[in-house]
């Protein structure tokens, strides 16, 4: 048995959905850490395309338990409306579907007031999904959050929701001039709410470890990705959980030593959604030429994401923070036509060459990319399954890849279907 942990390695959108469904496969369990419905993974299976925000993408897996941890905000209604949109086609939860009872809610006030602090920001605003995930965070920090065992104390949620919302209430009016909240109507839609998550409610710390002591294999699900961590990406370009491997441990509760291997989702470049320094970022026709071939748009909000070259920079440091054992590569095909592909190895700031990525804002603002050139391939290489398949040019730009971040590939992923993978080695194992 193993606990594996998969990461997002760059700013999230790496592709981590095809990479968790192909690894469930394997999974007794497969559990989800942090953040919250801003997260967006597309799995295509057949001829079905799903997109799923909070429930771990394993869901599509007959017979898989999955877990929602404790380090997750949850949104009651967007949580009910993708159980919903599963169980429509066809695919039962029953009794393996579970939901910390210690995880945060998102209420409706967190989205009033992150509407009015990303437009008062102008701007320089975050550039968030805007689904409260930061305020609900920022309260569960600040000890006035409402959580999901709460729901089952009526009296105790209505005291502290009235609360919450004289408090948050005065900020709405003077600082966002916006209509204040009323309880009334928060109380009864959570009063339905708790009655269908009722069933899903577990202490999901115990459901792992009875897990891990049953010999499984467990696959502890990061969303967004290294770069927009809390503690340790572009701050305060950043989301308000903590997506790196670490999260894991404080967002599933076990500890560090249960970790078998941590596994990275690297694209084969780079993008990244919302404002922040984005060093290899590229513009004008090549931007919209990943864009469209890499179908590079949110999959929460449908915004375009803003594209680049492979940045060896961000991903060395995703190693780093992480401890990556391996890494998957995904998108490999999307540069089939690129020719020639730069790749960053470096960054020039002041005349100086950094290797190592640089925390401090205003340092990578001012850093400049260092880029080598390799060759494109020119070909197709969607669908391959066999790494000598590849075209010679596309092996060298993996290999590179991997010398550069000194982390060998486990997968590689060559299109959006389970079965366009190139298996190199098992992480399980
Ligand atoms: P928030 O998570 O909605 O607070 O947004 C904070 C930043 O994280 C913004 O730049 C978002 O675009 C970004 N972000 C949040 N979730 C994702 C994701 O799943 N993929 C990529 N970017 C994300």
Redesign the pocket.
């Known amino acids: 048995m193993a606990t594996l942990v998969v990461v997002?390695s760059q700013?999230?959108?790496e592709g981590k959905g095809k990479i968790v469904d192909i690894l469930t496969e394997d999974a007794g369990l497969v559990a989800r850490y942090q953040?919250?419905h801003?997260?967006?993974?597309t799995v295509v299976i057949g001829d079905s395309e799903f997109v799923l925000h909070l429930i771990p993408s394993g869901i599509l897996h007959p017979k898989k338990r999955c877990i929602i941890g404790n380090g997750v905000v949850i949104d009651p209604a967007a949580l009910i409306e993708e159980v919903g949109g599963i169980e429509k086609r066809n695919i039962d939860l029953n009794g393996r579907f579970h939901i910390s009872q210690n995880a945060h809610l998102i209420m409706p006030y967190h989205l009033a007031l992150?509407k009015g602090s990303e437009s008062a920001l102008g701007d320089g605003k975050?550039?968030?999904?805007?689904?409260?995930?930061?305020p609900a965070?920022t309260d569960k920090m600040a000890r006035l959050g409402l959580r999901v065992a709460d729901l089952l104390h009526p009296e105790f949620f209505d005291q502290k929701l009235r609360a919450n919302l004289q408090h948050y209430n005065t900020v709405i009016r003077a600082l966002y001039q916006q209509e204040p909240l009323r309880a009334e109507p928060i109380l009864e839609a959570f009063a339905r709410y708790t009655e269908r998550m009722r069933p899903w409610i577990a202490d999901t710390s115990l459901l792992v470890d009875e897990a891990m002591t049953r010999g499984e294999n467990i696959l502890c699900e990061g969303?967004?990705?290294t770069l927009?961590d809390i503690d340790h990406g572009t701050y305060p370009?950043?989301?308000?959980?903590s997506a790196t491997a670490g999260g894991a441990c404080t967002g599933l509760g076990f500890g560090p030593g249960r970790v078998d291997h941590v596994l990275g989702v690297v694209k084969a470049y780079t993008?990244?959604?919302?404002?922040?320094p984005f060093p290899s970022e590229v513009h004008g026709e090549l931007d919209e030429k990943f864009r469209s071939i890499g179908k590079e748009f949110?999959?929460?909000?449908g915004?375009a994401?803003r594209c680049g070259w492979f940045d060896a920079v961000v991903v060395r440091y995703a190693v780093r923070l992480n401890g990556l054992k391996s890494a998957a590569l995904t998108k490999l095909d999307v540069l089939d036509t690129f020719d020639p592909i730069p790749i960053c190895t470096g960054y020039r700031y002041r005349g100086k060459l950094l290797s190592a990525f640089p925390t401090d804002l205003s340092v990578l603002e001012a850093c400049k990319p260092v880029y080598e050139e390799a060759p494109g391939w020119k070909t197709s290489t969607i669908g391959l399954t066999d790494f000598d398949a590849l075209p010679q040019e596309a092996q060298d730009y993996v290999r590179r890849l991997e010398d550069l971040i000194q982390t060998p590939f486990s997968l590689i992923s060559t299109g959006p279907a389970r079965a366009q993978t190139i298996r190199v080695s098992d992480p399980y194992r």
């Open positions: 997002g700013w999230g959108d953040g919250g801003n997260a967006g993974h992150e975050i550039g968030t999904t805007c689904r409260g995930i930061g965070y969303a967004q990705g927009l370009f950043v989301t308000s959980s993008t990244r959604v919302g404002s922040g949110g999959a929460s909000t915004r994401r």
